[in-house]
Every structure is written in C-alpha cells, then in structure tokens.
C-alpha cells in the first residue's frame, strides 16, 4: 500500500530565500510524481510532473526531483516570494495495487515579506 | 477550452438528503478522477473513469456513493442519504493518458459540501 510523506507539515521563511519541500512515498513501482500548489480554500494548480524515467523537472523558479529507489523527491523553490505563500501537495501515481494517485498531507508554506 | 469546472461550487444540504455533483472535464482528456479532500489533507482517491468505464473505486467509496460518466465526457458524483461526515471538498481532475505515458492531472475548483 503506497504511503506519501511530505516533510515539514508547515514552513515559515523569509522573502528571498531559497528552500527545499520533501516528499517520500513507500511503493517505489511508480509511473509519475507530480507536485501541486493549493491556495487556501481552492482547487489544485499543478507545478511539475515527474514521469518514473525522468530525474528532474524544471519550471521557472522551480525545480523537482525524483529517486525512485529511495523513494524520495524534493520541490526546490529559488529566491521565495510572499506570492508563493500556499500549501504545496505531491502526488504519487501508482503501479501496484492500481492506477490510484495518492496523496502527501501537504506542507504549508509562509513566505514573509 | 477553460479547464476542469465543477458545478455546484457550495452546497449546503440537510442529513439524509441526497446531492449530485458535476464535473465537466478538459475536452481531449480519456480519464476523469474524483477526489475528497478534508481541512488539513491531502485529497483521498474515490474513483476514476477511463473513458466511459468507471476502473477502480476506493474502500471509501460507501454503496452512497455512486459516479458516473456516461458519454466519456461529463462525470457526476451522487450522494445519497448524506452524513456529516461527508462534509468536505470534492475535487474533480482530469488527465490524458497515451500509451503507457501518464500525463499530468489538471483539477478543478472543487465544490465544497457542507451538511448540517
């Protein structure tokens, strides 16, 4: 059964500062890895998507990676800004025991201007 | 085209009734995911549609529950006899999948279910 860990469950940071977001999941038979943003009380707004033969995706300010054998990515966020303050989720699409996409709890993201 | 749109966005509703949900995914997308998702959590998987064909459907997924997409387009997610612990916000995604690629899932605003 796939668990996904996101760590820390909330984060305060200065504007300006660059930052890490963990995400860890237990079933590495995954076909993709996709992180979102959500706004508080919205819907999701995808960030980056991470098939299982990729290593890292890049966007903007924004850079993912991925490594299936230890079951890990992590969302690096370049030179914060208040407008980036929101919950950022990751989402593990499975292989084994279906093709259901599981969830992180999400890490709440506070950016001071 | 506009993105996933869900209609209602709020709906209060009273125990015990029932509530339909609509979901009007991305044009060119095959598959069509319902998800619920409670204040501090992620979104939980309920089910998804490839197409017209309902594959798989969560253990949360009580025999209240029932969704449908009919023509492969529009989904609906029915509630039916609802408790107060179905209150919560229902997020409708869709996404394209080629092949053995799985494209990335775009959601909607979701509409949020309040009952009293």
Redesign the interface.
Known sequence: KQE?TQIPAALSVPEGENLVLNCSFTDSAI??L?W?RQDP??????LL?I?SSQREQTSGRLNASLDKSSGRSTLYIAASQPGDSATY?C?A?GHTG?????????TRLFVKA | DTG?SQDPRHKITKRGQNVTFRCDPISEHNRL?W?RQTL??????LT?FQNEAQ??K?RLLSDRFSAERPKGSFSTLEIQRTEQGDSAMY?C?SSLVSG???????????T?LTVL
Not at chain 1, 98 to 106: D, L, R
Not at chain 2, 40 to 45: A, C
């Open positions: 996904v076909y993709n996709q979102f009380g919205k819907g999701l707004t995808s998507l098939q989720l989402a699409g279906g093709f259901k996409t599981i969830f992180g709890a999400g | 996933v995911y998800y501090g959590q992620g979104p939980e998987f998804y594959l798989e969560s997020l995604a053995a690629t799985y494209n990335e899932q775009f959601f909607g605003p979701g949020r």
